[in-house]
């Protein structure tokens, strides 16, 4: 009996490390996500706004993060003034989704390459830990 109660104190203690290290983990993977799909709707509106004119929205699968299975972030494509590029895509978390109450909050790029997050609480993490998934 003795030995049992021990083997569940040892597997209580490594689901208490393991558990946020996982959440974390998962967490960062879904902000790397959703900045390369940034970069991918930039792609397109910089190449729709050379070839056409600026593109009015995203195409299926460029608006949301990841393209496939569930929302995570949904991305939208506003119009914006010519010094920020012209447009400025913004990555929000869905209101269903795990990234609902993270620090980073929204992430937006503009036409001119700009990085910034709005976050909902007003202070988030900081602008580079979002950027590069390390925020906590």
Do not use: K
């Amino acid at each position: 009996m003795l030995e049992l109660v021990l083997a569940l104190a040892m597997a209580a203690v490594l689901a208490a490390y393991a558990v946020p290290a996982y959440v974390s983990h998962t967490a960062r993977g879904h902000r790397m996500d959703a900045v390369l799909a940034l970069h991918r709707a930039a792609q397109h509106a910089a190449v729709s706004a050379a070839s056409a004119g600026p593109a009015p929205s995203l195409p299926p699968g460029l608006d949301r993060s990841p393209a496939y299975g569930r929302v995570i972030y949904r991305l939208e494509l506003i119009s914006a003034e010519d010094r920020r590029g012209g447009y400025e895509i913004s990555a929000t978390p869905a209101d269903d989704g795990p990234m609902r109450g993270d620090a980073c909050g929204v992430f937006v790029l503009d036409g001119s390459g700009a990085r910034s997050n709005r976050s909902p609480a007003g202070e988030g993490a900081s602008l580079e830990a979002c950027w590069s998934g390390r925020a906590a």
